[in-house]
């Protein structure tokens, strides 16, 4: 099944790498392009040989255009997705959703209409350091998880490389935290294993811009874990850090080699000392598993679930650098 595919905009950084990786996939194909910004898309459509379309319905009524992929601004999303469910295109799209919990849900009440099939690029749920830490965590050999700690950040705000556009509250609905923030937030949920009940952020803003370019929210558990997420753009040597710690052990990913480190009062060989653990491989990536979902009829329960709940902890997390308070996340979910 030869999938066609109509590209939503160039406003992210990301669009190139998903239209390669439709380009390198034996069972898709970019057919059509739209873009809010006309001269960017009729250049875009120019150098991929395909048709530009002024009208973005008029793109989704193309016979060959079966499914979409979604860079269009943050806060267009719920017009270009909704737009897209209910033309019948199946769609893979930028996190975050949507900027707001109302928004998610009413986007995947389009889809879920009409039984389509959505994946979120979240990534780094992908990657062989995070299935290794999931692994280690479920042998038990941290104990009861008490802290996570989550980092990524890069200096783009300060090399001026990021563009302009990155910095529009209005287009982003945040900065830092809502672009970058957005891999160690749903990293460390995953590694708290419990569900968060409140949020506390804290935005600093360097450069002067009108979006936070440095970030750290804390996340609050029932039990007493606790997460810390870190993101920025003024940020130049870096690494992307993470800590695990519990009842029995620590582990610590990038720091700042991409070694996985673990220390554990428990198992066989490895007791009381720093060792390195080999890294799992990277399992097959989000776009991949999104045309797999669209050939065999299958649904991307997990991606979906966490990325709904991405947009509950940003939007949490932008109550609470606003409002100076810790929110919690029952004042977002509808």
């Not at 001269?39 to 319905?57: D, H, I, Q």
């Not at 700690?149 to 563009?163: D, E, I």
């Not at 569900?195 to 009108?210: D, L, Q, R, S």
Request: proline share 2%.
């Amino acid at each position: 099944m030869s999938i066609g595919i109509g590209v939503i905009s160039f406003w992210h950084v990301h669009a190139w790498d998903y239209v390669k990786q439709a380009q390198e996939h034996e069972d898709t194909f970019i057919a059509a392009v739209w873009d809010e910004d006309a001269e960017r898309g009729k250049k875009a459509a120019e150098s991929l040989g395909v048709p530009f379309f002024t009208s973005l319905n008029d793109m989704l009524a193309q016979k060959n255009v079966d499914a979409v992929i979604v860079d269009a601004p943050t806060n267009m999303h719920t017009e270009v997705l909704v737009a897209a469910a209910g033309a019948g295109k199946h769609i893979f799209t930028e996190k975050v959703i949507a900027p707001t919990v109302k928004e998610v849900n009413d986007i995947i009440s389009a889809i879920e209409a009409r039984q389509l099939k959505l994946t979120v690029s979240l990534p780094r749920l992908n990657d062989g350091y995070t299935l290794s830490i999931q692994e280690l965590i479920s042998q038990g050999l941290l104990g009861e998880i008490t802290y996570v700690r989550v980092r990524l950040s890069h200096n783009g705000a300060l090399a001026g490389w990021l563009p302009d556009h990155f910095y529009s509250l209005e287009q982003c609905a945040g900065g830092a935290l809502i672009d970058l923030g957005c891999h160690p937030m749903y990293l460390s949920r995953l590694f708290l294993s419990e569900e968060v009940t409140g949020v506390n952020a804290n935005f600093g803003y360097i450069t002067g811009k009108e979006v936070e370019d440095n970030a750290v929210v804390t996340l609050f558990t029932k039990s007493g874990a606790i997460g810390v997420v870190e993101a920025g753009f003024v940020n130049s040597h870096s690494p992307f850090t993470i800590e695990v710690h519990g009842t029995e052990g620590s582990l610590l990913f990038g720091t700042p080699e991409e070694k996985l480190l673990l220390k554990t009062n428990l198992g066989n060989g490895i007791s009381g000392n720093w060792t390195e653990i080999a890294l799992k491989d990277n399992r097959e990536g989000a776009f991949q598993q999104w045309v797999g979902h669209v050939q065999h009829d299958t649904r991307a329960d997990e991606n979906i679930r966490v990325a709904v709940e991405l947009t509950a902890l940003m939007e949490s997390a932008n109550r609470s650098a606003k409002e100076g308070r810790v929110v919690a996340l029952s004042e977002v979910k509808i």
